[in-house]
């Protein structure tokens, strides 16, 4: 029986430590002897475990599945008595997840991705899935007063904060109630249902939205996506969002920008994935307009008719479709030149954008158009570019690129928890990674950045 306890926990440290190198890259050699003092003296395991050690430090960087998968397996296999008394748990859970916990964050941000809200029943995707439309205000209020709870930096908001079903909220209100009158009188969210009726409703959804986040009183930086662009113009969208939209030289509205975070040494980088684009351009005078419909029928055979179908296309071709787009020239000279200027400050970069960019963190279908482009930049800046956080595909996904060494994060969708369940997430940045705690549905991890050539290790910039 001793052999047996003694080859399982074995077996169960080894696996944590190759949870954490292929995760983190990072073990450290007190972490190490910690894990090697458990394992039974006999010379057949300690040969087991150098030939383990081995293998374990040439594992690649992998996906975060592995690691949260890991954990729920191990409280699985453990006795209940173990996991009563934490006797192995805590020790594993908290050697893997230890690294420095006594420093603080240089940076503490909100996360939220794709709410969604629409004063609307609730319904499924394309899919099938799910959609709590209502629910997801109720969401976005919960994260906002957890936000200045917690006194964050600032808040993230990647994009899709109401949904286009907005302009089609008749047909809804019609098919589960008789009158407004009725469906005022089930309000559970006390809004003013008939100015949805007299006025814009995509505008009043948006503003309910921002109403809820106004909770949190610090800066909230927004990404804007296909469902802001079902419903209001880049006009709209820049009033509404506070975003600082600029006119390109060819005429057309552009909301990329760049903010310094109140620790100098990190910089967010904002990118306006729908620059090329079908949605909100002008079809006789806008160029970037007629850029999209040359990708669109160059790539998708059911354009226009079926602008929004991947059907037929295969791999990472399913990405060209109506409800996706891509950077222009003058955003990604504009991406190389605050990447250099960043290089040049010793700042550490995160990038925003609703669009995912790299390939396997998402669905193919969510890809940005040109998402090749970009990620070429991101890789020639790998030394300052420490993360990539993006929305719309409702999944969380994660991969590091193993070119480059920068983590690419996809958040869950608020709109795909159901009450009581609330999805968003908080960032911690540190000198040497990052750190997501998630709510709802958010899955939490740890990045380490080790591909950056630099830190601040006495936060100085701070």
């Known amino acids: 029986?001793?052999?047996?306890?003694?080859?399982?926990?074995?077996?169960?440290?080894?696996?944590f430590m190759t949870c954490q190198v292929s995760n983190y890259s990072y073990l450290s050699s007190r972490q190490l002897i910690s894990q090697f003092s458990r394992v039974p003296s006999s010379s057949l395991s300690t040969l087991i475990t150098l030939l383990c050690l081995f293998l374990i430090t040439s594992v690649p960087s992998t996906h975060y599945y592995y690691r949260r998968h890991s954990v729920s397996a191990l409280s699985i296999i453990m006795s209940?008595?173990?996991r009563m008394n934490n006797n192995i748990l805590h020790a594993t859970t908290s050697k893997t997840m230890q690294i420095e916990k006594e420093d603080k964050p240089l940076l503490k941000v909100g996360v939220i991705a794709d709410i969604q809200y629409a004063p609307i029943p609730d319904g499924?995707?394309?899919?099938?899935?799910?959609?709590?439309?209502?629910?997801?205000?109720?969401?976005?209020?919960?994260?906002?007063?957890?936000?200045?709870?917690?006194?964050?930096?600032?808040?993230?908001?990647?994009?899709?904060?109401?949904?286009?079903?907005?302009q089609t909220i008749d047909e809804h209100w019609t098919r589960e109630y008789s009158s407004l009158e009725e469906l005022q009188k089930v309000d559970d969210l006390n809004l003013n249902l008939k100015r949805y009726q007299e006025g814009d409703p995509g505008h009043c959804a948006v503003d309910d939205v921002?109403?809820?986040?106004?909770?949190?009183?610090?800066?909230?930086?927004?990404?804007?996506?296909?469902?802001?662009?079902?419903?209001?113009?880049?006009?709209?969208?820049?009033?509404?969002?506070?975003?600082?939209?600029?006119?390109?030289?060819?005429?057309?509205?552009v909301g990329y920008y760049a903010h310094d975070s109140p620790c100098k040494s990190v910089k967010f980088?904002?990118?306006?994935?729908?620059?090329?684009?079908?949605?909100?351009?002008?079809?006789?005078?806008s160029i970037k307009r007629k850029k999209a419909v040359q990708i669109l029928q160059e790539n998708n055979p059911n354009f226009p008719h079926l602008e929004n179908s991947p059907q037929g296309l295969v791999g990472i071709q399913k990405r060209f479709v109506a409800f996706n787009g891509g950077l222009d020239e003058p955003q990604l000279a504009w991406l190389r030149n605050t990447l250099n200027q960043a290089r040049q400050e010793r700042q550490k970069v995160i990038v925003l954008s609703h669009q995912p960019i790299l390939p396997d963190t998402s669905n193919s279908v969510c890809l940005m158009w040109n998402y090749d482009q970009v990620l070429d930049i991101l890789r020639e800046y790998k030394d300052t570019v420490a993360a990539s956080l993006s929305g719309h595909a409702h999944t969380c996904g994660y991969v590091r690129d193993s070119e480059s060494g920068i983590h690419f994060r996809v958040f869950s969708a608020a709109l795909e928890s159901k009450d009581p369940v609330k999805t968003y997430g908080f960032l911690h940045v540190f000198d040497n990674r990052l750190e997501i705690n998630g709510e709802g549905d958010c899955i939490s991890d740890v990045y380490m950045l080790d591909h950056l050539h630099y830190s601040n290790k006495d936060g100085s910039n701070c």
């Open 1 to 15: 029986k001793k052999v047996v306890k003694d080859f399982t926990n074995f077996i169960i440290n080894v696996s």
């Open 124 to 166: 499924h995707s394309y899919n099938g899935k799910p959609r709590y439309y209502r629910h997801s205000l109720v969401a976005a209020r919960h994260a906002a007063n957890h936000f200045k709870r917690e006194n964050v930096d600032l808040v993230v908001n990647l994009g899709d904060i109401i949904d286009g079903k907005c």
């Open 80 to 82: 209940p008595h173990d």
């Open 269 to 285: 980088v904002i990118l306006d994935s729908y620059d090329i684009a079908i949605m909100q351009r002008c079809p006789n005078k």
């Open 210 to 253: 921002v109403e809820a986040l106004s909770v949190y009183e610090g800066r909230i930086l927004h990404t804007y996506g296909n469902h802001e662009l079902y419903n209001l113009s880049r006009e709209d969208i820049a009033e509404k969002l506070k975003i600082p939209f600029v006119r390109e030289d060819c005429g057309d509205l």
